[in-house]
């Protein structure tokens, strides 16, 4: 199979792409020194509510909570244990979490599976900007926390919670597939606590 | 209030009974009304018998803790989808972007305009009933090529492009396996080819039947013809920049187009809704979910195929197949009008039968790459 | 009445998306116009009772000659640069509407001769009459075949490397 | 049989109203800020694999299967013929039968032209 | 007014018209030949609207409706094919650019 | 191997997938099925008893990590130093169990349980109380044979999953 | 077609479902053909050589786990062979032929994840994928028997192993390696003779055998172009030269050989099992070493015949409790160094193939 007449060179020479995301993840580091607070002012919160509008928000937040689609964010170690759960001993879609979507815009919850680096750090921040709301992160795994065992090393980031708000913590290096079960089950009781009249804020 | 007086018509339905309440147009429109709630219903169930099937298949549970068997879980899905944020790509071409899921699902949805449900339950006996849902069916390729290649993405691009190639190819199969069904039935209606299967067509034409399941969904993008949205080539494939309800629309359709399959293998290979005891809607029914199932157990089983297989596949497979069965059966029906059909069933077997063999030897398609 | 309320439809919604495939500068939605253009001629050819025409129209225009132009339009650049028009535009102008000037005013003049009779329904084993019984237009359905076949052997060889 | 068109166009009219439902009432409940709607650029950027697009996003395409449509579109206008014959067949009779044969053997003839040519290859 | 024979004539016409501004004015050759296409149609429109009306048992009007599908396509086929080919040695499908007899 | 019949490649993998239709899935239901892990799980958490603790920090120097932070009392008291901190982060924590295999006074053990999820990033941070042993706290055998044999036996999937292929 | 289209850059990763990770693929696409493709590492660079010199020896376990986390014992072997190399220190009888057991179980995991993600990558809908995953979850619990986790184990040492085999332990694998050839045999049924797989994979992505020997590939990989080597019959560790297994090679270097390749040696791994359960000593798991361990300055390489292909630590000590310098040569890396052979010409579908068929760890690649 041959190839003639085509032009087999990048748009962009290499080189410059490379410069262009050495930019790109000099700036985010810049900006993600300090983690962003975890989104849960409002969990304690006790909310005033009227009838309708509580079984309104009780059918949604079943909805949301019954349907959470995973977008695909496998980078280490730990994506094997979410891919064990997924898998039929443990068995996700019991939750309706099997479609797995590989676009951004069809997820609801990102499960940060593995070690961040900060090479990678633009793209999974791109990918949970182009989620559509409303969004969860579920941080998975010592890496997804704090940086777990690599946290020591120069190209490691810190936790996912320098780059997106994580809403569930699961520890375990790697979590079995319960504890990360578990964690999506924490995630149900806290988008049960949503409420329609402030859907429009981040919660 | 009548539609053309000056010509005379007169119109026969059988479908509802004549004191069917009110108005006559309201009654029509009440009947599309039902017919579309009963295609989204469908479509919803065969949502969640393929999500529990496969998971079945692959000795998993599947969705089971919404709603009892968690037969709600579409429901779930679809109140949550609604929800969504709605994205549209800065880059995208809007218009054509917000189009794109209409024209993919209502021409999806006028195919049941023509579906016998069971006697005469049909919106409108067409006298060109397949030839309106082979016209009608490659409207929605250009919504799925619309939604490609608006969304400025390279994959949707490519899916696009496969969309293409997809309904260059599969079309003429998908047609002239179904001329042999009429062929025999001598009528394009869909509800007097029904009456036609005194035995059902699958044993009389069951090359076509094959060469009809193999085309149709490769044109509807079932594995494992589902080059269109590949997930494990093209991310997410035609739909990848589509959020909330836009995305929701296509996931309808190609379950819609699915069931749409399914129900017209059902009428006019497997006898429609004629059978004995039970009701005639619940035959149909029950065979349209066995059609389903078989489409959704071939899709847990089998790799997708490439593009270029795909399109060999109907190029030198499908379509001379389907050309000779055709010449095979005008004769057969020309010259044997008396025959006893079920004596014409084993000879249609082994017609099939020898010509599937000799050809694939042929072209030697069963090792290797398909290098025809 | 509903014939008149389809046809009046049907009428200014082909005539609107001719328009559109003529003025608009973006190829590809001109294409999607005439996809529209060919739907609404298939309605307006029911309207006349020739239903297995509209569905051969559909068939051949909408499934397949459109989707050709589409591929064409992918295939070649300038997509976005669009159509714009040449320096004969006022005169292209100025024949269309004196031919449209010709056309209607012979068409309103001529006194047709009405046949009151119903349309031949329906229509599909008819025209297989037609086309193949004996005493039809065989000849010219073999003549067509040898045109299809032409085309396939020219096509080939234009598009054809060298 | 012009009323069943109506019955398929009162269908149209409800399935479009149908769609054009489920694609507004977003639209409506963003508005009644139900739905969220955040805007930022990158959402509005192309998903490619995390990755910022290099080069232009809609590109002309290399399709090697043009000949192949050139085929279709002659068939398919074949099957234009054949349908109305496949429907009549048992009244035409072998008149009928030999003037199709006819029909498809001249076009399988550039069908198997093309097929020797390798136009039905993808290059 | 019910819907008449001069109604479709001109609705044929004003079709007709179009497609033929389109195919005189334009520089891209697939507009141009999707202008082709809108005349042709307008063509039908006239053959069955005669058919309909005037000789409505004979069919002789769909009949030839459907060879004029038959040529249509023929001649989109021909025509894209050598919108093709020209693109193929000359990159571009503007017809006021392309000199067929240099190329 | 030989690939002369067409489409039976196809209907043998159509037969396999047909026959695990009658299979039993092999799936736990979770939140109401548990399995029982390892008599020697390594939870995601640590079980620490104060009583034997002698603040020698022996663990904390074998912690690859730097997880374990142990605060004394600045004088001992009757010859012991009193633990006034112990502090091990989940978060950062790799559940290693080197810690556990350096504790020279058998008082830092693996946590059994796993079901440690939190909404809160300081809420994975395990001090003094939470690190205690207790009913819903219990220890792993993990490098302590004596404990595992009080264990319930692991559940195993061959154990379930009879049917030979 | 000689038509000036326009070719144009595509990524493919970091975040594709079928990227193994988050590898990345600069390709230039010709409509859908390949034209050119440039990989693109480091999206999971974590610095694990940095980070083991910081670490005393035994505290470079946990890091070698998660270095090709689909086998983790072998990597632990890897690393305790070459610290034992550099320090002198035997592991006793036992401790060796658990290691071979469990080196090899550990093959049957990562091949079981190889095959699976593979036939994923051609386009299955996860069903032979979920059914290789039923067979690793086997394999999981009995490592979870022995090491208390799934996934990550960190059970060998420096010296043997932490503690002894669990009582249960020999009952389940021998369970576990009578039932385990049926299941191969309905692999074989449901994939080996597809005819779509088939066509996806015979003669695609062909690596020809001096080429594999020139980029050093190693593994299922090199076999599969025709080269019988294997680090088990050419250098023997751990007393593999004492139990009999064949080498299974292909013959055209293509994917389907490769898929082949691994099949067959799972059914070889089973062999080894049966033999060293046969063979296995009773005593002490563990030699006494000293609980820092401070070899003496020098350097040591030990390599393994990891699932993926030769995997080596190259260690330097300055007789201090940490090493010096450790360096992993990764099969992961090497192999993938013929993607871009490999691709180029092929289409998109296939490049996905072909690299699902070179069977890469993110973790192990970008270390
Ligand atoms: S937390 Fe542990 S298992 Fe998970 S990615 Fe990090 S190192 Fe791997
Ligand atoms: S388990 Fe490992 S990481 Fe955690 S505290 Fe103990 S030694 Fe440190
Ligand atoms: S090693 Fe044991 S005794 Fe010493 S500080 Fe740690 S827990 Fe306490």
Same mark, same amino acid.
């Given at each position: ?203 | ?34 017919i579309?709630?009963f295609v989204l219903?469908l479509v919803m169930g065969f949502i969640?018998l393929e999500r529990?099937g496969i998971?079945?298949f ?43 899921p209409?024209v993919a699902f209502v021409p999806t949805l006028m195919i049941f305009a023509v579906v016998p449900f069971?006697?005469?339950?049909l919106l409108a006996?067409l006298?060109v009933g397949v030839l309106y849902i082979v016209a009608i069916s490659s409207i929605s390729t250009v919504g799925i090529f619309m939604a490609g ?10 899916a696009a492009m496969r969309d293409v190639a997809t309904v260059v190819s599969y079309e003429i199969p998908v047609v002239l396996s179904l001329a042999g069904v009429v062929l025999l039935a001598?009528s394009l209606s869909l509800n007097q080819i029904v009456?036609a299967q005194?035995i059902p067509f699958i044993l009389l034409q069951p090359l076509a039947f094959l060469l009809f399941f193999i085309a149709a969904s490769a044109e509807i993008n079932r594995t494992p013809f589902d080059l269109l949205e590949a997930d494990?080539?093209l991310?997410?494939g035609f739909h ?9 629309l296509f996931y309808l359709t190609e379950y819609a187009e699915a069931l749409a399959v399914s129900a017209i293998i059902a009428t006019l290979f497997l006898g429609g809704w004629r ?8 035959w149909f029914v029950g065979k349209v979910v066995a059609v389903f199932s078989v489409m959704f157990w071939i899709r847990s089983t089998l790799p997708r195929v490439r593009i270029d297989q795909l399109m060999a596949l109907a190029w030198k497979f499908l379509l001379p197949l389907a050309l000779i069965n055709l010449v095979v059966t ?18 249609n077997v082994?017609i099939m039968a020898?010509l599937v063999?000799?050809w694939s030897?042929?072209l030697?398609l069963?090792?290797?790459?398909v290098?025809v | ?54 569905a051969a129209?559909v068939l051949i225009?909408v499934g397949a000659?459109s989707i050709l ?94 | ?7 398929i ?6 399935a ?49 299967y043009?000949?192949y449509a050139?085929v279709f579109l002659?068939l398919d206008v074949l099957v234009v013929?054949l349908y109305?014959?496949a429907v ?23 069908y ?8 039905l290859?993808?290059? | ?103 | ?5 067409f489409g039976?490649?196809i209907i043998?993998g159509l037969?396999?997938t047909l ?20 008599? !020697? ?7 620490? $008893?104060?009583?034997? +603790?002698?603040? *020698? %920090?022996? /663990?904390?120097? @074998? #912690? ?15 010859? !012991? ?7 091990? $982060?989940?978060?950062? +924590?790799?559940? *290693? %169990?080197? /810690?556990?295999? @350096? #504790? ?15 909404? !809160? ?38 154990? !379930? ?5 | ?122 386009g299955a809908f ?68 597809n005819e779509i797989?088939?066509a ?168």
């Open positions: 199979m041959e190839i003639e007449n085509i032009d087999i060179r990048y748009p962009l020479p290499g080189r410059e792409l490379e410069i262009a995301e050495a930019h790109e993840i000099e700036a985010l580091k810049e900006r993600s020194q300090q983690p962003i607070p975890d989104p849960d002012e409002w969990l304690d919160e006790e909310l005033r509510r009227n009838i309708v509008l509580t079984s309104v928000d009780a059918v949604i937040n079943w909805a949301q909570r019954s349907s959470l689609w995973p977008v695909i964010c496998f980078p280490a170690c730990c994506a094997f244990e979410l891919i064990a759960s997924q898998a039929s001993r443990f068995d996700l879609s019991r939750f309706g979490m099997e479609i797995l979507r590989a676009s951004p815009r069809q997820a609801d919850l990102m499960i940060t599976a593995g070690t961040l680096v900060w090479k990678m750090a633009p793209q999974v921040k791109r990918v949970y900007d182009q989620m559509a709301e409303p969004k969860w992160v579920i941080a998975m795994g010592s890496c997804g926390i704090t940086g777990g065992i690599f946290r020591s090393s120069y190209n490691v980031v810190p936790g996912y919670n320098r780059i997106v708000p994580v809403d569930v913590y699961v520890p375990g290096c790697p979590p079995r597939p319960e504890a990360l079960l578990y964690g999506i089950m924490t995630l149900h009781k806290k988008i049960s606590k949503r409420s329609i009249t402030e859907m429009d804020s981040k919660r | 209030m009548v539609l053309n007086p000056g010509l005379g018509m007169e119109y026969h339905w059988q479908a509802l009974p004549p004191d069917w309440p009110g108005n006559f147009w309201w009654h029509w429109l009440a009947f599309s009304v039902i579309l709630a219903g969640w529990r998971g079945r692959q000795i998993r549970l599947g969705p089971n803790r919404t709603g009892p068997f968690g037969l709600l879980q579409p429901i779930a899905d679809a109140v949550k989808v609604l929800l969504k944020e709605n994205i549209v790509p800065a880059a995208a071409d809007k218009i054509v972007h917000w189009l794109a209409l069971q006697d005469g339950a006996d006298n290649w608006s969304s400025s993405n390279k994959y949707s691009l490519l001598g009456m005194d494990s080539e991310v997410a990848i920049e589509y959020s909330g309800m836009k995305f929701a059978g004995p005891v039970l009701p005639p809607w619940l005008a004769v057969q029906v020309l010259a044997w009008p008396e025959a006893s059909l079920w004596a014409m069933v084993p000879v082994a020898a063999v000799t030897r042929l030697k069963g090792g290797g790459r290098e | 009445m509903g014939l008149g309320i389809a046809f009046w439809a049907l009428a200014v919604i082909s005539v609107g998306a001719a328009l559109t495939v003529v003025f608009l500068r973006d190829v590809f939605r001109a294409a999607l116009a005439l996809v529209l253009c060919f739907l609404t001629v298939a309605g307006i050819f029911i309207t006349l009772s020739a239903d297995f025409l509209a129209q225009y000659i132009i589409i591929m064409t339009i992918m295939l070649t650049r300038g997509v976005r640069q669009g159509s714009p028009s040449g320096k004969l535009r006022v005169p292209a102008l100025f024949t269309a509407l004196l031919f449209f000037a010709a056309a209607a005013f012979a068409v309103l003049n001529t006194p047709w001769q009405i046949a009151g009779a119903p349309p031949q329904e329906p229509t599909t084993a008819a025209l297989a009459g037609r086309l193949f019984g004996e005493g039809g237009f065989i000849l010219a359905v073999e003549i067509a075949a040898v045109l299809l076949l032409a085309i396939i052997l020219g096509a080939i060889v234009l598009v054809r490397e060298k | 049989m012009l009323v069943n068109y109506g019955h166009a009162l269908f149209l009219a409800v479009i109203l149908f769609t054009l439902t489920t694609l507004l009432l977003p639209v409506t409940l963003r508005l009644l800020k139900v739905i969220p709607d955040k805007p930022n650029p990158a959402k509005q950027s192309t998903f490619e694999c995390g990755m910022e697009t290099i080069g232009k996003t809609w590109v002309q395409f290399n399709f090697r043009y000949a050139l002659a013929f109305p014959w009549n067949l048992r009244e035409l009779g072998y008149y009928g039968l030999i003037g199709a044969l006819i029909l498809i053997s001249i076009v399988v003839v550039g198997l032209y093309a097929w020797k040519k390798k136009a290859e993808w290059k | 007014m019910p819907v008449g024979l001069n109604h479709y004539l001109v609705l044929s016409a004003i079709l007709f018209s179009i497609g033929l501004y389109g195919a005189l004015s334009k520089r891209n050759a697939v507009v141009i030949l999707m202008s082709i296409e809108i005349m042709l149609n307008a063509v039908n429109i006239a053959m069955v609207a005669f058919s309909r009306f005037i000789v409505p048992a004979l069919l002789t009007g769909q009949v030839f409706a459907i060879f004029i599908m038959v040529v249509a396509a023929a001649e989109v086929t021909i025509g894209l094919a050598i919108i093709i080919a020209v693109y193929r040695g000359r990159e571009t499908i503007d017809v006021t650019n392309i000199n067929l007899m240099k190329w | 191997m030989k690939f002369e019949h039976t490649g043998k037969a396999v026959r695990h239709l009658f299979r039993k899935p092999i799936t736990t239901q979770y939140p109401e099925q548990k399995l029982t892990t390892s008599r !020697r799980a390594r939870g995601n958490e640590l079980v620490w $008893d104060i009583t034997k +603790c002698t603040a *020698c %920090g022996t /663990c904390a120097k @074998a #912690c690859p990590q730097g997880v374990i932070r142990i605060v004394t009392s600045a004088k001992p008291v009757e010859n !012991r130093y009193v633990v006034e901190k112990f502090e091990v $982060d989940t978060g950062y +924590c790799i559940f *290693c %169990g080197l /810690c556990v295999e @350096a #504790c020279p006074f058998q008082s830092l053990l693996m946590g059994y349980s796993y079901e440690r999820a939190k909404y !809160r990033r300081h809420e994975v941070v395990h001090t003094n109380e939470m690190l205690l042993p207790s009913a819903k706290r219990p220890a792993s055998g993990y490098m302590y044979p004596k404990l595992a044999k009080a264990l319930p036996p692991q559940t195993l999937l061959i154990e !379930r999953d009879e049917v030979k292929g | 077609m000689a038509l000036k289209t326009e070719s144009f850059a595509l990524n493919i990763g970091p975040l594709h479902p079928s990227t193994h990770g988050v590898f990345r693929m600069r390709a230039v696409l010709d409509g859908e053909v390949i034209a050119n493709m440039e990989p693109v590492f480091g999206y999971l660079h974590r610095g694990i050589e940095k980070l083991a010199e910081e670490r005393t020896y035994t505290g470079v376990i946990p890091l070698t786990d998660r270095l090709d986390y689909l086998a983790s014992m072998s990597n632990n072997l890897a690393y305790v062979l070459a610290v034992e190399k550099l320090a002198e220190i035997s592991a006793p009888e036992r401790a060796t032929y658990l290691r071979v057991i469990l080196a090899e179980l550990q093959r049957i995991a990562s091949h079981l994840i190889a095959v699976g993600a593979f036939v994923n990558d051609c996860f069903t032979p994928f979920l059914y290789m995953f039923r067979e690793r979850e086997k394999i999981l619990d009995l490592f979870e028997m022995l090491s208390g986790q799934r996934l990550l184990y960190n059970y060998m040492r420096i010296g043997g192993f932490n503690q002894d085999i669990p009582d249960e332990f020999l009952p389940a694998l021998q369970k576990f390696v009578s039932q385990m050839p049926g299941f191969i045999d309905e692999y074989d049924r449901l994939l080996a003779e797989l088939l996806r994979t015979k003669g695609v992505g062909i690596l020809p055998q001096d080429l594999a020997v020139n980029i050093s590939a190693s593994g299922p990989v090199l076999r599969a172009s025709g080269v019988k080597w294997d680090i088990r019959k050419a250098d023997p560790y751990c007393g593999y030269d004492r139990f009999e297994f064949d080498i299974p090679t292909g013959t055209a270097g293509d994917c389907y050989d490769r898929y082949r390749v691994r099949i067959e040696e799972m059914r070889q791994s089973l062999r080894i099992i049966e033999q060293a359960m046969k063979q296995l000593p009773s005593g002490a798991v563990k030699s006494t070493v000293p609980y820092l361990v401070r070899p003496p300055a020098g350097e040591a390489y030990a390599h393994i015949e990891a699932p993926k292909g030769e995997l080596g630590f190259y260690l330097v000590s300055d007789n201090s409790i940490a090493p010096y310098r450790c360096h992993i040569r990764a099969p992961s890396l090497i192999n993938l160094t013929a993607l871009r052979d490999m691709t180029v010409g092929w289409k998109v579908a296939d490049l996905i193939v072909i690299f699902g068929s070179i069977d890469i760890t993110m973790g192990e690649v970008d270390r």
